[in-house]
T-cell receptor
Framework: EPEVTQTPSHQVTQMGQEVILRCVPI?????FYWYRQILGQKVEFLVS????????KSEIFDDQFSVERPDGSNFTLKIRSTKLEDSAMYFC???????????FGQGTRLTVV | GDSVTQMEGPVTLSEEAFLTINCTYT??????LFWYVQYPGEGLQLLLK?????DKGSNKGFEATYRKETTSFHLEKGSVQVSDSAVYFC?????????????FGEGTQLTVNP
């Protein structure tokens, strides 16, 4: 069964460092998302991406964050200068169509020290 | 803005017990409602959904009915199994107001003991 794959499963980084989280969505899907879950809090929407551009972003998704789909298969989330409060589980999701089921990856746990 | 509230957890039950996890929502449009499940070490998986009022979503013995009058989408199962132990998330998508993104509740940890 097709699945969304995220790497790495756990990333530890020093405060101020750049980090790139990687996702391989399901191959024929067109809509891509990043969500995050800070420990003990809700899963929060960060950004949606369609047709090679951001279609929607939340207030969390500030200038420190960026997304791209560099090669038509990977979908990446970059945090330029990590802060302690960026520590969270980050989930990637993809959908075939705008009203379709969202398929999630297993998540990347980011720890900023 | 849109929001989802789940009953406080965690929930611990014995095998074959009846399960209810409460979920209420606030949305200005006519949202679609979802239950997602996260098994240990895995990603979020869609469990069931309902797209309009009075629809009932069902899967793997779980059910939830979209109640517009009470803005609720409670998850139920008549007889839980140890394999149902997971975290359950209620979510909504209100395309009219927030595109295709999902708004999640807090998640409820369910543990089923043999």
């Amino acid at each position: 069964e097709p699945e969304v794959t995220q790497t790495p499963s756990h990333q530890v980084t020093q405060m101020g460092q750049e980090v790139i989280l990687r996702c391989v969505p399901i191959s024929n899907h067109l809509y891509f998302y990043w969500y995050r879950q800070i420990l003990g809090q809700k899963v929060e929407f960060l950004v949606s991406f369609y047709n090679n551009e951001i279609s929607e972003k939340s207030e969390i998704f500030d200038d420190q964050f960026s997304v791209e789909r560099p090669d038509g298969s990977n979908f990446t989330l970059k945090i330029r200068s990590t802060k302690l409060e960026d520590s969270a589980m980050y989930f990637c999701a993809s959908q075939l169509g705008i009203y379709g089921e969202a398929f999630f990856g297993q998540g990347t746990r980011l720890t900023v020290v | 803005g849109d929001s989802v509230t789940q009953m406080e957890g965690p929930v611990t039950l014995s095998e074959e017990a009846f399960l209810t996890i409460n979920c209420t929502y606030t949305a200005t449009g006519y949202p679609s409602l979802f239950w997602y499940v996260q098994y240990p070490g895995e990603g979020l998986q869609l469990l069931l959904k309902a797209t309009k009022a009075d629809d009932k979503g069902s899967n793997k013995g779980f059910e939830a009915t979209y109640r517009k009058e009470t803005t609720s989408f409670h998850l139920e199962k008549g007889s839980v199994q140890v394999s149902d132990s997971a975290v359950y998330f209620c979510a909504l998508s209100a395309q009219e107001t927030s595109g295709s993104r999902l708004t999640f509740g807090e998640g409820t940890q369910l543990t089923v003991n043999p």
